[in-house]
């Protein structure tokens, strides 16, 4: 890793929590006209879950600038589970505001009302929050390219479910207008049920690392293919590996001649090492040199 890379990754990181939490408090604004506006409940379900959101991004912005600090005497391995806590916590905020969503559908169901009056401003805020939507997850893709964050991930995660609500939304209330009354509350219960999907998908993965979960398996395929490629190395084993926030750690069994003097073996480690660490953006390699009879 360069001296640039952890930098650069941090304010990547840093941009996006205030992007996040710039959009939904934008969205949040927008949304509450339009529902006082129609008194759609397909609305008042993107409503909540933007509110929702800003909770979801502040707790981010608070867990990435914890994260991002360096490692100290009480935390040797960093501060990367940061990212792993608020994804947990994401994902408890989602399924709350699915929680809520459902019973706010399940009465509208036995209780149908039509769209009054705002069809073009209910669909224009839509509209709007679609675009403020992509325009956010694009961003959030380019700074996960760069960090592999696992808070970012969530976020994206979300206001990609966000962006099919907002959409759906679209098509209820113009279904609704024209007399289909349920539709409304039918997508309403789709979409909170489509919230529940995703927040187990950021569950998953924050267990993953709170868990020490192994890198999947086409990347240590990857480290393999560098440790059986060096010429001077005869073998390897006790491969392990994790990740923990933006950072890769590495530890093997390194096989060499044991007929190699001390100096020799540790540039071979060396090499090896760097080759390593060139596959990530943030990466600790440690490698033990085992002596083999060749």
Do not use: C
């Not at 399940?106 to 009302?113: A, C, E, M």
């Not at 991930?153 to 759906?168: E, I, R």
């Not at 098509?171 to 979409?191: E, K, N, Q, R």
Request: negative net charge; glycine residues 6%.
């Amino acid at each position: 890793m360069t001296s640039t890379q952890q930098p650069d990754a941090a304010r990547l990181m840093r941009l996006a929590t205030y992007a996040s939490v710039s959009v939904a408090t934008i969205l949040i604004v927008a949304k509450l006209v339009a529902w006082f506006i129609t008194d759609s409940i397909s609305i008042l379900a993107t409503l909540i879950d933007s509110s929702l959101d800003v909770l979801a991004s502040l707790l981010n912005l608070v867990a990435v600038h914890h994260a991002l600090q360096p490692a100290d005497r009480e935390h040797s391995f960093g501060h990367g589970k940061a990212e792993a806590l608020a994804g947990m916590g994401q994902a408890m905020f989602i399924a709350g505001s699915a929680g809520l969503l459902l019973l706010q559908a399940v009465g509208r169901i036995f209780h149908p009302q039509a769209v009054s009056a705002g069809l073009e401003v209910g669909v224009s805020v839509m509209v709007f929050s679609m675009v403020a939507t992509m325009l956010l997850i694009l961003f959030q893709k380019y700074v996960i390219r760069h960090t592999n964050s696992t808070a970012i991930k969530a976020d994206a995660l979300h206001y990609k479910t966000d962006l099919l609500v907002n959409g759906s939304v679209i098509v209820a209330l113009l279904l609704t207008f024209y007399g289909w009354s349920h539709f409304d509350a039918i997508f309403g219960i789709g979409i909170a049920i489509f919230i529940l999907y995703s927040a187990w998908d950021i569950v998953r993965e924050s267990i993953d690392l709170l868990m020490d979960h192994e890198l999947p398996d086409e990347v240590r395929e990857k480290i393999k293919t560098i440790l059986s490629n060096h010429p001077e190395a005869h073998g390897f084993h006790d491969l392990r590996t994790r990740r923990s926030g933006t950072t890769v750690f590495i530890q093997l069994h390194l096989e060499l001649d044991a007929s190699l003097r001390l100096s020799e073996a540790h540039r071979i480690a060396d090499q090896v090492e760097r080759e390593l660490e060139s596959l990530f953006a943030d990466a600790e390699v440690i490698i033990h040199e085992d002596p083999v009879i060749v």
